[in-house]
């Protein structure tokens, strides 16, 4: 079963940093292009950072500066550092995933989410 797992939320005060992970695992060859989204309560789900396959990294202007987009082919992870959290960063973090798996298909995966609070 393919499927992307993150980790790495929680509770950070205001102007603290977090780093998400996103794994992928099961019947797959590699992580082609990714992305980081996020969902705040009565809002619609956001992008906020992508890399694609030749590392190539684009975010939104929201977050430049503040975040960083990385991955670890050998790991099948990307990763999402935060820093100088702001209380309205508070959501649920998603990753989304172009696959290829072992029959040669790309297939887009989402992975559960995970939640990020900031405090004041």
């Known amino acids: 079963q393919v499927q992307l797992v993150e980790s790495g939320g929680g509770l950070v005060q205001a102007g603290g940093s977090l780093r998400l992970s996103c794994t992928a695992s099961?019947?797959?060859?590699?992580?082609?292009?990714m992305g980081w989204y996020r969902q705040a309560p009565g809002k619609e789900r956001e992008l906020i950072a992508r890399?694609?396959?030749?590392?190539?990294?684009d975010y939104a202007d929201f977050v430049k500066g503040r975040f960083t987009i990385s991955r670890d082919n050998a790991k099948n992870t990307v990763y999402l550092q935060m820093n100088s959290l702001k209380p309205e960063d508070t959501a649920v973090y998603y990753c989304?995933?172009?696959?290829?798996?072992?029959?040669?298909?790309?297939?887009?995966?989402w992975g559960q989410g995970t939640q990020v609070t900031v405090s004041l």
């Open positions: 099961g019947n797959i060859l590699r992580i082609n292009d």
């Open positions: 890399i694609i396959s030749s590392g190539n990294t």
């Open positions: 989304n995933g172009i696959l290829r798996l072992r029959n040669g298909i790309d297939y887009s995966y």
